[in-house]
């Protein structure tokens, strides 16, 4: 798996076990709702870590436990 799309795996596991929306986590987290459709919809492959730091912030997690998931466990780049 490529590491944009495991990125964009885990926000969706995310949103959904939290049952956050887009609108929710552009509001707790302070990305604009574009920016996260964009990762959610892969015209963004390359989600600077302040963005993704920015998110796990609005999901009241660390980075540490963003990437503490199976998806990263083999990535091919």
């Known amino acids: 798996m490529k590491t ?3 990125v964009r795996e885990r926000l969706l596991q995310l949103l ?3 049952k956050f929306s887009v609108h929710k986590l ?3 987290s302070g ?10 919809y892969s015209k ?8 993704i730091k920015m998110l796990c912030d ?4 660390t980075i540490a436990e963003f ?3 199976e ?3 083999n990535l091919d780049d």
């Open 71 to 73: 998806l990263f466990d």
């Open 26 to 28: 552009a509001l707790d």
């Open 67 to 69: 990437f503490e998931c």
């Open 44 to 51: 963004s492959v390359n989600p600077g870590v302040v963005t």
């Open 31 to 40: 990305v604009s709702p574009s920016t996260i459709k964009n990762i959610l």
């Open 16 to 18: 959904e076990s939290r």
């Open 58 to 61: 609005g999901f009241g997690i």
């Open 4 to 6: 944009y799309t495991a």
